[in-house]
Each structure stands twice: as structure tokens, then as C-alpha cells.
């Protein structure tokens, strides 16, 4: 299990960025850089809104398909897009993770596509080629909060994993707020496997009846 960060990060820049979206939704936010973060990588902190004593948060796992190419083999651009307006609604932060893979690289995510394209679901297709089925660490995440100075938090995730790993990190998670259900023929198989697999809290019964692409 995590154990609390025993190195602190701290902020190294901030600037402002308006943000613009393909459906015309648009918002201005602060992203945050950060000297010390454990694993080395560049992660940000989008912060939205006005935060409040208990803000809004979402550890979103950088996915390039998605987030950029729109790919509907996963629900990652919707998420992305829903966790900005509600956060901005709201008041909170967005860490914005180089996890890409659930923490495999791009390079590995795209050979896992070809295992899933033959049979695999998305956690099989992992293990096939040796690798973890989730390889994410959040203590970077836990070290940008703590920065931010955010020790308590709504987090919007439908993956316990994440809140589970920020309490053993030290972080005062009061509530998982689930995201939307953003379900495409390519992408059943996939959210199936996250509820069935790591009990991620998306409802079945909006899973079925779509056709796998």
C-alpha cells in the first residue's frame, strides 16, 4: 500500500490558459507546474473554478487516443471534457497525469489494442504482453494536492482504486463522485471489463445491449 509522501512538491509555475472545446464549451483555468513530484514526470494541476474548502477533484490518466484523436475505443474524451465544466461549476482541480495505459506507455497501449482486436478484454490484453494490469502510482498526485494545499476533497472517479490509494497517501477523500457513462459500440467490452474486473462503478445495466465494434 502507498505510504505517505515523504518528499514534498512544490509549485513551479503558474499561468493562465483558456480552454476551448470541440462543442464550443469554454473556460479559463490556471495550470499549475511542480518541482520534487516522486516519479519525475511532467503532471499538472488544471485548477477550475473557485475551489472551496472541500474542492472537486479528478485524477484524469493522460490517454492521447482519446483525449486528443477523439478514439471511441474508451470513454477518456468525455470524461476529460465532463470533469472540466464540473469542476469549473463547482470549484476545484484537475491533475492531468502522464499515465498514459493505466501506466504502460503508448507505445504498450497500442500493442494491447491488437490483443483486444483479437479476443482479449482490455486487462488480458496486459497481462498477455507482461505487464500490469493497472501499473498507476498516485503518490505524485498525493504531492500536487498537498502543494495546492488541498488535504480534503470530493473525488470524481468511478475507480475506487484511486480514492483507496489517495487515503493510504494521507489524503481525506469524503466522497467519490461518479462521472458520466459514455458508452460507444467500440468501447461495451472495455467499460464492462472495468466493472467486472476492478469494480469500477458503472452501471451494467447501461453496458449491454450495444454491439462491440
Given at each position: 500500500m502507498p505510504d505517505t509522501p515523504a518528499v514534498l512538491a512544490t509549485p513551479r509555475s503558474r499561468v493562465r490558459v483558456p480552454l476551448r472545446f470541440h462543442d464550443g464549451?469554454?473556460?479559463?483555468?490556471?495550470?499549475?507546474?511542480f518541482h520534487g513530484l516522486a516519479d519525475g514526470q511532467e503532471?499538472?494541476?488544471?485548477?477550475?473554478g473557485e475551489p472551496g474548502p472541500v474542492p472537486l477533484v479528478r485524477l484524469h490518466s493522460e490517454c492521447l487516443t482519446g483525449d486528443v484523436f477523439?478514439?471511441?475505443?474508451c470513454?477518456?474524451?468525455p470524461q476529460l471534457r465532463e470533469a472540466v465544466e464540473r469542476i469549473a461549476?463547482?470549484?476545484?482541480?484537475?491533475?492531468?497525469?502522464r499515465q498514459?495505459?493505466?501506466?504502460?506507455?503508448?507505445?504498450?497501449k497500442l500493442d494491447a489494442y491488437a490483443l483486444q482486436d483479437e479476443g482479449l478484454d482490455t486487462y488480458e490484453a496486459n497481462a498477455a504482453l507482461g505487464l500490469p494490469e493497472d501499473a498507476r502510482d498516485y503518490t505524485a498526485a498525493a504531492q500536487m494536492l498537498r502543494a495546492l494545499g488541498i488535504g480534503e476533497l470530493d473525488?470524481?472517479?468511478n475507480n475506487p482504486d484511486k480514492a483507496s490509494q489517495l487515503r493510504d497517501l494521507g489524503v481525506d477523500v469524503r466522497d467519490r463522485v461518479?462521472?458520466?457513462?459514455f458508452t460507444t459500440a467500440h468501447n461495451v467490452r472495455y467499460l464492462r471489463a472495468k466493472v467486472l474486473q476492478t469494480q469500477h462503478t458503472l452501471p451494467l445495466a447501461a453496458l449491454t445491449g450495444l454491439s462491440v465494434g
Open positions: 464549451y469554454e473556460v479559463d483555468a490556471e495550470v499549475v507546474t503532471h499538472v494541476a488544471v485548477v477550475l477523439g478514439s471511441a475505443r470513454d477518456c474524451g461549476e463547482r470549484g476545484g482541480v484537475l491533475l492531468y497525469l498514459e495505459g493505466r501506466g504502460i506507455g503508448l507505445y504498450n473525488l470524481l472517479s461518479p462521472t458520466g457513462v
